[in-house]
């Protein structure tokens, strides 16, 4: 195992958690999670060239989508886990814009991005909401799109579905083919914006990643697929990759993961009919692996144990480990540890925790495996219709159904053990975010800080 340059954990004093890396070797770490006292080996999950690798009092910041880690792992202590009788709200506050982008935190600001629509046209936004009590702080017009440029979207989709980042106090929104911009985190200014034009099908969903100083995301549209990287500091265009893919369809939806295999960062990005990994240097292709006629893919990757964890999309979905160890090249055929198509999802991104891995089908099919083997623990029902990507504290994993049911499960290999559930009474799609004492969720209407009493 390569050297570490230090490994800091929260002591009982309340310092704060940081980790620093220096060229750990992913494949050969794994992350180690503790309930409530939590300390995460946050450089195996793949964020080396990033600015989150160093975290300080994280359990405050839910910076992307799936949080610090983008794989659904928060290292808050004391979420709350239902607020029907044992928690409470703290506050709910009515939404203005429309989307499902999940929100965002950081320095006691909450950031959704979203749009309104009259009379044929749309104006996308993002706004910023105080943490402490839900007051709107500000709100900005980023994007007034050519109403030509308006396409159909699906039925559970919206026009700001991709979640904003946030790093060294800006925001990075993206809206698919209508645009992306860099905002002040305090006020809201726009510092540049940039669109890249392509023909989306059933509106925009992937979100960005940011490496370096590098915003990278998918433009999988109706024809010509491809892989962008912007330049975060000005918005200019620094490399596009086409997407090689023989799939009839070639729209997806899915967003960036970058992990460390050795010395090499590379941004593992699946789209129609293969998943490839690419240098964010400059876009060339490292590795691919091919799954045929998979199309819509919607799940974010996730790393565990040097193995990427992808679900495949339509029409019949597959969950997929690949093991990574630095092999270039096409690993369709040596690479791909295990597969599935029982009960796999087409929207909801995966999750490992307490090393069970649980994949969620839309129709509310949970399944518990071994992310190793692949083999199947339990696969029972939860009821629902999902979207959202779950997210998960220690040893409890949160689902959250389209129609508002927060299911909080233990993580146990042995059995569904549901230990709470609590209802929003509203529609969402969108995933949450934990702080300490804290879950933030965004519904149709309103966006909800839950908190321990």
């Not at 607020?83 to 989307?99: A, D, F, R």
């Not at 308006?150 to 800006?170: D, V, Y």
């Not at 295999?261 to 240098?279: E, F, N």
């Not at 679900?311 to 690949?322: E, L, Q, S």
Request: proline share 6%.
């Amino acid at each position: 195992m390569a050297k570490m340059a230090s490994l800091v954990s929260r002591s009982q004093n309340g310092l704060p958690f940081s980790i620093k890396c220096d060229k750990i070797d992913i494949v050969h770490l794994s992350i180690i999670m503790s309930t409530h006292k939590t300390l995460f080996l946050l450089c195996a999950l793949g964020l080396a060239g990033t600015p989150f690798l160093s975290l300080k009092a994280s359990e405050n910041r839910w910076p992307a989508f799936r949080g610090p880690d983008r794989q659904g792992h928060s290292l808050a202590t004391n979420v709350p886990i239902e607020w029907e009788t044992k928690g409470k709200i703290g506050w709910k506050v009515p939404l203005s814009l429309s989307g499902w982008a999940s929100p965002v935190v950081d320095q006691g600001h909450v950031i959704v991005s979203g749009s309104r629509e009259e009379a044929g046209s749309i104006t996308l936004h993002v706004a910023s909401y105080r943490l402490a009590d839900g007051t709107l702080e500000w709100e900005t017009k980023v994007f007034e799109p050519d109403p030509q440029a308006i396409k159909a979207r699906h039925s559970k989709n919206s026009h700001s579905s991709c979640t904003p980042i946030l790093a060294n106090e800006k925001i990075y929104a993206h809206f698919g083919h209508f645009g992306t911009c860099a905002l002040d985190l305090n006020n809201g200014k726009v510092l540049w914006s940039r669109v890249v034009a392509y023909q989306p099908v059933h509106g925009n969903g992937g979100s960005p990643a940011l490496v370096d100083d590098r915003l990278i995301f998918s433009a999988d549209g109706a024809s010509g697929p491809a892989i962008y990287a912007l330049n975060a500091g000005n918005g200019e265009i620094l490399w596009k990759t086409d997407r090689q893919t023989d799939a009839k369809k070639t729209f997806s939806f899915s967003t960036p993961l970058s992990v460390q295999v050795k010395d090499q960062t590379q941004v593992i990005s699946p789209g129609s009919g293969m998943v490839g990994a690419y240098d964010p240097a400059d876009g060339s292709l490292l590795w691919r692996v091919d799954y045929g006629e998979g199309y819509s893919v919607i799940p974010r990757p996730i790393l565990h144990e040097g193995h990427v964890f992808i679900g495949t999309g339509y029409d019949r979905p597959k969950v997929m480990a690949i093991r990574l160890d630095g092999a270039t090249g096409n690993l369709t055929q040596s690479h791909v540890a295990w597969e599935t198509s029982r009960s796999a999802p087409n929207t909801p991104s995966l999750i490992v925790a307490e090393n069970v891995l649980f994949y969620l089908s839309d129709g509310g099919i949970l399944t518990c495996a071994d992310p190793i083997s692949g083999k199947v623990h339990w696969s029972e029902r939860l009821g629902g219709n999902y979207s959202a990507s779950p997210v998960s504290v220690g040893s409890s994993v949160y689902f959250i159904s389209e129609e508002g049911k927060v299911s909080v499960v233990h993580a146990n290999p042995e059995k569904l053990e549901i230990l709470a559930q609590s209802e929003l009474g509203e529609r969402t799609l969108a995933s949450p975010a934990m702080l300490d004492g804290t879950l933030l969720i965004r519904s149709a209407d309103h966006l909800w800080k839950m908190i321990q009493p």
